[in-house]
């Protein structure tokens, strides 16, 4: 009969097993299979590193996941703060500001160079307005997809 070889870990593992099994026998109520587990996991020094590696990696994506989430909400909170800014005083007063120039320019007050120069400063701050509120709308996706779960229910 052939002779096979046999690593000194698996040697362990086999006879923690078989331990495990003999002590489960003898006493009165068995042992659930999740002792089982802790006890081959406990007997053998690589399961046990291999399972501190394992919670310790897990740690580490918690607290990566934790540092993404804040910084996404951070991102989100600027861009909406900037929308509102847009939306609630500058637009406006870049608004108001065309209503001035194409009053001055109807009495001749400045010339079509400067009307076309106000209407393009009240242009820019629209669009800034749409592109802070899409900023923010994509942020509000992003924080969504960290968290895995939607923001408004």
Do not use: C
């Amino acid at each position: 009969m052939p002779t096979i070889k046999v690593g000194g870990a698996l040697m362990l593992a086999i006879a923690t097993i078989a331990l495990v099994v003999s002590l489960a026998r003898a006493a009165e109520s068995p042992p659930s299979e999740a002792q089982l587990v802790e006890i081959a996991i406990e007997a053998n020094p690589q399961l046990r590193s291999a399972r501190y590696r394992w919670d310790s990696d897990q740690a580490l994506i918690k607290i990566q996941t934790a540092a993404a989430v804040a910084t996404l909400f951070r991102s989100a909170q600027f861009a909406y703060s900037t929308a509102i800014l847009y939306r609630d005083s500058l637009v406006p007063l870049a608004r108001q500001d065309l209503r001035v120039a194409l009053t001055a320019y109807q009495s001749g007050k400045i010339d079509f160079i400067t009307l076309s120069s106000v209407l393009r400063r009240n242009f820019d701050a629209r669009v800034s307005y749409l592109q802070a509120a899409n900023q923010f709308l994509a942020g509000e996706v992003s924080l969504e997809q960290a968290i895995g779960a939607p923001l408004h229910q």
